[in-house]
């Protein structure tokens, strides 16, 4: 078998490349990482989006200083209906009623049937005068309205028979009335009795999570978050400066960051269009 020749192609090797060795380039040194906040889009309309950076989390340490500014700035926003209802009255029936009421329900409805419904009856007695179907329609149109005044009334047998006809000053008393829960609760103790509570709805959590003051996934799991890292002094207004915050400007799709008076405090986590 004649032997095989492995000839070389002139200006060639044997992989194919050029003759020339061939110099490499020196390597250009790769960047370092840097680790940078998030930005976010801003535009107005006709426009092109901006990008614009955005602060630190907010920690137990720098909590006062946003809730300062929410504090100074929050005569201009329209408090939360039971925020005023509370700081008129003082009466913790009402304000329980009146919870119940808000729940799922737009503010304007419930400034409506709230003051239409304690003009009949403002005590659980009276309440028990009513009807349900009475109550109803009292209370139309507040979400749920037919539920929520067979709740109002069982409330008041319960208040009568097991309370005095008055409204219990521990959270775990009112928990375990129907239709009670952990929000309306903990409203009840911090606006009507002054006591430490952190009420949480929807802008609550929202609004903590957006903040990155907490990382949780529902209302209950927030309340339990912000009982840690919340210093005690602030859990009172936490919920009502909140609230009126998030009406007005912090709203749950494209937030007025524009207008806030916190922009440049805030994370903005999650937030992915600002207005």
Same mark, same amino acid.
């Given at each position: 078998?004649?032997?095989?020749?492995?000839?070389?192609?002139?200006?060639?090797?044997?992989?194919?490349?050029?003759?020339?060795?061939?110099?490499?380039?020196?390597?250009?040194?790769?960047?370092?990482?840097?680790?940078?906040?998030?930005? *976010?889009?801003?535009?107005?309309?006709?426009?092109?989006?901006?990008?614009? $950076?955005?602060?630190?989390?907010?920690?137990?340490?720098?909590?006062?200083?946003?809730?300062?500014?929410?504090?100074?700035?929050? $005569?201009?926003?329209?408090?939360?209906?039971?925020?005023?209802?509370?700081?008129?009255?003082?009466?913790?029936?009402?304000?329980?009623?009146?919870? @119940?009421?808000?729940?799922?329900?737009?503010?304007?409805?419930?400034?409506?049937?709230?003051?239409?419904?304690?003009?009949?009856?403002?005590?659980?007695?009276?309440?028990?005068?009513?009807?349900?179907?009475?109550?109803?329609?009292? @209370?139309?149109?507040?979400?749920?309205?037919?539920?929520?005044?067979?709740?109002?009334?069982?409330?008041?047998?319960?208040?009568?028979?097991?309370?005095?006809?008055?409204?219990?000053?521990?959270?775990?008393?009112?928990?375990?009335?129907?239709?009670?829960?952990?929000?309306?609760?903990?409203?009840? *103790?911090?606006?009507?009795?002054?006591?430490?509570?952190?009420?949480?709805?929807?802008?609550?959590?929202?609004?903590?999570?957006?903040?990155?003051?907490?990382?949780?996934?529902?209302?209950?799991?927030?309340?339990?978050?912000?009982?840690?890292?919340?210093?005690?002094?602030?859990?009172?207004?936490?919920?009502?400066?909140?609230?009126?915050?998030?009406?007005?400007?912090?709203?749950?799709?494209?937030?007025?960051?524009?207008?806030?008076?916190?922009?440049?405090?805030?994370?903005?986590?999650?937030?992915?269009?600002?207005?």
């Amino acid at each position: 078998m004649a032997a095989m020749s492995f000839a070389k192609t002139p200006g060639r090797n044997r992989l194919g490349g050029s003759g020339r060795r061939k110099v490499d380039s020196p390597k250009k040194p790769v960047p370092s990482v840097v680790t940078r906040a998030p930005a *976010i889009l801003t535009a107005k309309r006709g426009t092109a989006p901006s990008v614009q $950076p955005v602060a630190r989390p907010v920690t137990r340490q720098t909590v006062a200083r946003v809730l300062r500014i929410l504090r100074n700035a929050a $005569p201009q926003w329209n408090a939360p209906v039971l925020t005023l209802m509370a700081v008129e009255k003082r009466d913790p029936f009402l304000t329980l009623i009146g919870c @119940i009421l808000s729940l799922r329900t737009r503010d304007e409805a419930t400034a409506v049937a709230a003051p239409r419904l304690f003009e009949r009856a403002d005590t659980p007695s009276r309440m028990l005068e009513l009807t349900p179907a009475e109550i109803e329609c009292l @209370i139309y149109p507040v979400g749920f309205y037919r539920t929520k005044a067979r709740v109002i009334h069982q409330i008041c047998h319960e208040l009568i028979e097991r309370f005095g006809g008055r409204v219990p000053e521990r959270i775990e008393d009112l928990l375990s009335l129907k239709g009670v829960g952990r929000k309306t609760a903990n409203l009840v *103790i911090t606006q009507a009795f002054g006591k430490p509570g952190i009420c949480v709805d929807t802008h609550v959590h929202r609004i903590s999570n957006r903040w990155g003051l907490v990382h949780t996934r529902s209302p209950s799991e927030s309340e339990q978050a912000l009982r840690e890292v919340l210093p005690r002094r602030y859990w009172i207004e936490y919920n009502s400066l909140l609230v009126a915050f998030g009406q007005t400007l912090c709203q749950p799709v494209s937030p007025w960051c524009s207008r806030c008076p916190i922009n440049h405090l805030c994370p903005r986590i999650g937030v992915v269009r600002c207005r």
